[in-house]
Nanobody, 117 residues
């Protein structure tokens, strides 16, 4: 049973936008703080926390994406979103969602975001 499934990535030019989605299990989604993470090329298994959102909707962003990315959630549909605007080449990475904090779920496949002209 898939616990996390990311989608919405693609190839976009610098300055463009993408909206990522993460379908999560109802078992934990509505009661969990959730985060978006990314793994850049050549970074090994190191994942960077991009943004997180609490179960009540409070959000925190990494400095590198503040003002450009917006994380949101739909608890009724067990779905997490990441709206990414004004994308830069350094945003190129595989993006993952998971719980924020302790006891992460098994990681999904992620969705590739490539920002290039």
């Amino acid at each position: 049973q898939v616990q996390l499934a990311e989608s919405g990535g693609g190839l976009v030019q610098p300055g463009g936008s993408l909206r990522l989605s993460c379908a999560a299990s109802a078992r934990f989604f509505s009661i969990s703080a959730m985060g978006w993470y990314r793994q850049a090329p050549g970074s090994g298994v190191q994942r960077e926390l991009v943004a997180h959102i609490t179960s009540s909707g409070n959000t925190v962003y990494a400095d590198s994406v503040k003002g450009r990315f917006t994380v949101s959630r739909d608890n009724a549909k067990n779905t997490l979103f990441l709206q990414m605007n004004n994308l830069k080449p350094e945003d190129t990475a595989v993006y993952f969602c998971n719980k924020w904090g302790a006891f992460p779920e098994p990681w999904g496949q992620g969705t590739q975001v490539t920002v290039s002209s």
